[in-house]
């Protein structure tokens, strides 16, 4: 079956500077990669996602880039504000329906 | 709109007692997923309901089952429970169509002693 990685597991930035997120996965039949954010208690919140048959795609300060060859896909914020910090999950999905395989996420603090 | 709920929000159980959880997804979704959370493993899929038919299912034991009821509601049952099968148990609503979004209710925490 598909294994997704994620990198960092914690990263911790200044108010006003960019995160990124890693992902990397195994399957070549992966074909749409979602990225979900979590905050304290609550579940996750799809934030952006891409397919396969795009290389990069942006939502105001959010931008997900994706590279089939190597099979990994990254998640830039920028102007990070403190709202940013929670959990953030890679995931990525073959056209089987709803089955997700989820990276084990990174905590991002947003430091005032 | 009303989003995903799920009931209960907290349990303890022992081990060797069976749960059920419930789910309701949101008014004219089809799709139901769940997936288990834990710190150590991070969101692992268990199976997905589409239309009262199981369409996906993950690598969980036999004693994780579902089902889907024809007015979408979803449950699903861990028997004989063990302490590895204390985690966060996500619900997650959808319309169906293959890799759309997914609407995650807060999830059910189940404490296994």
């Known amino acids: 079956g598909e294994n997704v990685e994620q990198h960092p597991s914690t990263l911790s930035v200044q108010e006003g500077d960019s995160a990124v997120i890693k992902c990397t996965y195994s399957?070549?039949?992966?074909?749409?990669f979602p990225w979900y954010k979590q905050e304290l208690g609550k579940g996750p919140q799809l934030i952006i996602d891409i397919r396969s048959n795009v290389g990069e795609k942006k939502d105001q300060r959010i931008a997900v880039t994706l590279n089939k060859t190597a099979k990994h896909f990254s998640l830039h914020i920028t102007e990070t504000q403190p709202e940013d910090s929670a959990v953030y999950f890679c995931a990525a999905s073959e056209n089987t329906g709803n089955q997700f395989y989820f990276g084990t996420g990174t905590s991002l603090t947003v430091i005032p | 709109k009303a989003g995903v709920t799920q009931t209960p929000r907290y349990l303890i159980k022992t081990r060797g007692q069976q749960v059920t959880l419930s789910c309701s997804p949101i008014?004219?979704?089809?799709?139901v997923s769940w997936y288990q959370q834990t710190p150590g493993q991070g969101l692992q899929f268990l199976f997905e309901?589409?239309?009262?038919?199981?369409?996906n299912k993950g690598n969980f034991p036999g004693r994780f089952s579902g089902r889907q009821f024809s007015n979408s509601r979803s449950e699903m049952n861990v028997s004989t429970l063990e302490l590895g099968d204390s985690a966060l148990y996500l619900c997650?609503?959808?319309?169906?169509?293959?890799?759309?979004?997914?609407?995650f209710g807060e999830g059910s925490r189940l404490t296994v002693l």
């Open positions: 008014s004219g979704h089809r799709s």
């Open positions: 997650a609503s959808g319309s169906g169509e293959v890799n759309g979004e997914l609407f």
């Open positions: 309901y589409f239309s009262e038919t199981q369409r």
């Open positions: 399957d070549s039949a992966s074909n749409y």
